[in-house]
């Protein structure tokens, strides 16, 4: 990975590596999960939800995916190289469809990554306990029509101070969201376009909101997390702008 992506990284929250899924491995994995729902792709009138969720599939272009030479070397930059664990799958997958009932999903917010003993749900502490990256997979074409991701650039640093004082124990995601909201509603907002096969890394802090599908076509996504080797990140670009959100 460039030494620009890595500062990219660092002031933004996110890069996104082009083209780091081959054409053809996307296209098998688009497949796939045509497969796995009960819509086709040639036959507008079956699209009758506006989101279907695929869960992990590990399936060879799958795997393929995750373990591309371009993203293990990023994986490296911005994680360290021996911190974060090779996935052989990939999931969850918001497979979002051109329909007139709003979903339910689009609020602004970060992922979870832990549930602690005796609790439910997804939360998270300052340390990001159990993620080192978001991980977005782009499967299909995907403009401004039609359902691209909404990042708040930034946004990454907002996060720190506001689960500092949770501590360890951490908080669950849903009880903070407005709390998330607010501490980044001043930041710019872009959208995660691309091309089938890139890829955009993240930040396990960078706040994010889906949206409805307006366009024409699904958009097919993967948002796997890629998980540290130790029970959070401690060296590399994401450890190091956390402690830096903190000063």
Request: with cysteine; glycine share 8%.
């Amino acid at each position: 990975m460039l030494s620009a992506d890595v500062d990219r990284f660092v002031r933004d929250g996110f890069v996104k590596i082009d083209a780091a899924v081959p054409a053809e491995v996307a296209r098998q994995c688009t497949e796939l999960l045509w497969a796995e729902i009960d819509a086709e792709p040639d036959d507008p009138a079956t699209w009758t939800r506006p989101v279907y969720w695929v869960g992990g599939m590990a399936q060879e272009p799958f795997r393929a995916a995750a373990n591309q030479p371009v993203l293990l070397d990023a994986f490296d930059a911005l994680v360290g190289p021996g911190r974060w664990h090779p996935r052989d799958s990939i999931g969850s997958f918001p497979l979002r469809f051109p329909h007139e009932e709003e979903p339910d999903d689009a609020g602004w917010h970060i992922e979870g990554s832990f549930t602690p003993p005796g609790e439910s749900g997804f939360w998270a502490n300052v340390h990001s306990r159990g993620r080192a990256l978001l991980l977005l997979f782009l499967f299909t074409d995907v403009d401004e029509r039609n359902a691209p991701t909404r990042v708040r650039v930034g946004s990454h640093m907002d996060m720190p101070p506001l689960l500092a004082p949770f501590g360890e124990r951490g908080a669950p995601i849903m009880e903070i969201g407005a709390r998330i909201d607010a501490a980044s509603a001043h930041r710019e907002q872009v959208l995660a376009t691309g091309t089938a096969g890139d890829v955009y890394l993240c930040h396990p802090f960078l706040v994010h909101a889906a949206q409805p599908h307006h366009g024409d076509r699904p958009r097919f996504l993967a948002q796997p997390p890629l998980l540290p080797a130790e029970p959070y990140p401690t060296a590399g670009p994401v450890a190091e702008t956390i402690r830096a959100a903190l000063r």
